[in-house]
Nanobody, 123 residues
Framework: QVRLVESGGGSVQAGGSLRLSCAAS????????MAWFRQAPGKEREGVAR????????RYADSVKGRFTISRDSAENTVYLQMNNLKPEDTAMYYC????????????????WGQGTQVTVSS
């Protein structure tokens, strides 16, 4: 079994920064990539960023390019999402995910989900 635990969410003003963390435990060898998704109230969940193990093949949603950075600490089995220049439209529940394949535009390939951490950006 795999457990994903997110942390680092909170409330910030527009232009501020947050860093989300996702700690993986259990059978961490059973997946090849990790990703961040988010879901705003009344909207569908959308992909934000993904990273394959080895640190390659980074992908970002167009809406966060240049502002968000995904990274991984392999020794700690932890993935981070550094979010800078936050905007009110970034307000959402952010979910960590892991799987054999991680796409930005669909959830195919995702096998595991975290419980989510709330990010609220005020104007």
């Amino acid at each position: 079994q795999v457990r994903l635990v997110e942390s680092g969410g909170g409330s910030v003003q527009a232009g501020g920064s947050l860093r989300l963390s996702c700690a993986a435990s259990g059978y961490t060898y059973s997946f090849n990539c990790m990703a961040w998704f988010r879901q705003a109230p009344g909207k569908e969940r959308e992909g934000v960023a993904r990273i394959y193990f080895g640190g390659t093949a980074l992908r970002y949603a167009d809406s966060v390019k240049g502002r968000f950075t995904i990274s991984r600490d392999s020794a700690e089995n932890t993935v981070y999402l550094q979010m800078n220049n936050l905007k009110p439209e970034d307000t959402a529940m952010y979910y960590c995910a892991a799987g054999d394949n991680c796409f930005i535009d669909r959830e195919t390939g995702i096998q595991y989900w975290g419980q989510g951490t709330q990010v609220t950006v005020s104007s």
